[in-house]
Each structure stands twice: as structure tokens, then as C-alpha cells.
């Protein structure tokens, strides 16, 4: 398009990627990520089809894990967003199967944000899906895949780049970044998967105070975003649950009349100034 401000411009016309994967890795032991790097690059994972982005935490923690995800997220230029733990190696199955499995998503389910190795069931919290072998199991293959999950497990997430998805960047620490991760892509009408991707993960995981801590601001974080409230626009008013029946039943425009008469009697009441803004909503619906 030409312009005659003299002003240079760039057209984003399609969402164009470099690399088919970006692996990313928090490193606090290089010696793993060496070994991780080797077992990728022998798994057919090379810099034609890839890129590898790290934080260095093997000295200071530069970032935590929530905020270095938030910085592979941002800056892969991968179409597909590999996040994996410096201790896990492609040890059984190799890119090929992976893409395979991805390939098969994108038929099943066009809507899926996060695939992983080990998650329950979106409805029943008594039923695992898991394809790992780690320190106490070997070669295990528990369920039918793919499957739905709520979450998956941190150690590997395979995450849609196009969605641009973020975890919260005010919980913090290095627990439950996954299942923040899934929470998001679930409340945008996106689902996670476990799928039938074996790995090696070399540790499993050890839950401390500090675990306890993220859990908590993790349940705080959530029980903010899912309060029954009101929200008005410039152009209009929403009443937002969780609850169907309640959005529909309170999504009424006799609804948000009452709601309004409810806020001018309580301000009256409370002394404030009561200020009549509906004259330049005319156009709008409420």
C-alpha cells in the first residue's frame, strides 16, 4: 500500500514461521541440557527444522518459570513450541513420530492448545492417561490416546505458537506453570491432550512448602478471575459466572436495568454523586 506520510510500512498478511519447533529450556544444569540437546539432535530434531532457545538459571535464576515461559512463548519462532525440562531425552521417539502425532491432532481436534505425557481425565480426576518412562515407571502406557486432559505435566509441553498463549506473570516460582498454562488455554475454548510421545524424564517430582505456596496464589489467582460479576463496557453490560443457566437468566436487558437502579440506591445511600452516563450510550446495547 503506498502512503504519502513517508512512513515505512509492513503488511502482516499470514502468520509465517522459521522453524517447524522451537525447544525450549529452563537450564540450571548444563551437563543435562547437554545430554537433553544430544538426545534431541539423534531423535532427528536438527537446525533445519528447529531452533533451541535457554535460560541460563545454572548460576543465578534469571528468570522463574513462569516468567521464562512467558519469554519462549514471546519470542519462538517455532510453529510449534516445545517446552521441556533440561532432564528429560528423546530417547524412544523420534521427531517424525511427533509430527505424526501432531498431524493427527490437527485432525482430531483443531482446538487443541497443550499436548503432554501424563494428565487426568477433563471429567473424572480418578482417571490417568500416561505414555513415560521415568525413574519409577518403565515404558508406561496407561490409557487410550489421544485423551483429553485437564493439564498436562510440566516435564514436556508441546504448545500451539499461533494461539499465543501466556501463563500469569503474578504467581510465580517453579510449580503448577503447566497447569496455569492449560487453565488459560481452557478458559479461551482451547483443549489439552496426552498423547502417545515416549520420552525419558530422569527425576519425578518432589512437592515442598514452596509448592504450597504456588498451589495457594494459584487457587487465589483463579477465584479473582471466576467471581459472579457485572461488567460494563462503553457499549454494553455483561454478567459473567461460571454458570450457564446464571449467564443466561442475568444476561437480560431487565436485568442490567435492575442491576443499575440497585448501584444508583446504593450510592444514594452512601452519599456519593450519583452521575447519569446513559445520554451518550443511545446506540448501545443496555
Known sequence: METSSGLTLNEIDEIKYEKFFS?????????????LLLSAKNAGFTNDNSEFLYINNSETNKFNAF????????????????????????????????????????????????????GYHINNMNKQYTRITDPGHNNQKDGSFPSEVSCVDENIMIVKNDLNLM?????????????DLC????????HNYVIDFHILHKSGGFPNQSFYDTKNRLISQYENSSKVKFLRTPCTVLFLSNSKV??????????????????????????EKVLNN?????????
Open 183 to 190: 487453565l488459560q488455554a481452557t478458559m479461551q475454548g482451547y
Open 23 to 35: 525447544i525450549c529450556t529452563l537450564v540450571a544444569n548444563k551437563a543435562e541440557y547437554e545430554l
Open 67 to 118: 516468567d521464562g515461559l512467558n519469554q519462549f512463548l514471546n519470542k519462538a519462532k517455532g510453529k510449534y513450541v516445545i517446552l521441556v525440562h533440561q532432564d528429560v531425552e528423546f530417547k524412544f521417539d523420534n521427531v517424525d513420530i511427533l509430527i505424526n502425532r501432531i498431524d493427527e491432532m490437527n485432525e482430531i481436534d483443531p482446538k487443541w492448545a497443550v499436548l503432554g505425557n501424563t
Open 278 to 286: 446513559n445520554k451518550t450510550q443511545s446506540k448501545c446495547d443496555i
Open 246 to 271: 446464571l449467564n443466561f437468566l442475568m444476561n437480560r436487558k431487565i436485568m442490567y436495568s435492575l442491576k443499575k437502579r440497585y448501584d444508583t440506591f446504593r450510592s444514594k445511600l452512601k452519599g
Open 167 to 179: 501463563t500469569s506473570n503474578n504467581i510465580g516460582h517453579f510449580h503448577l506453570y503447566g497447569a
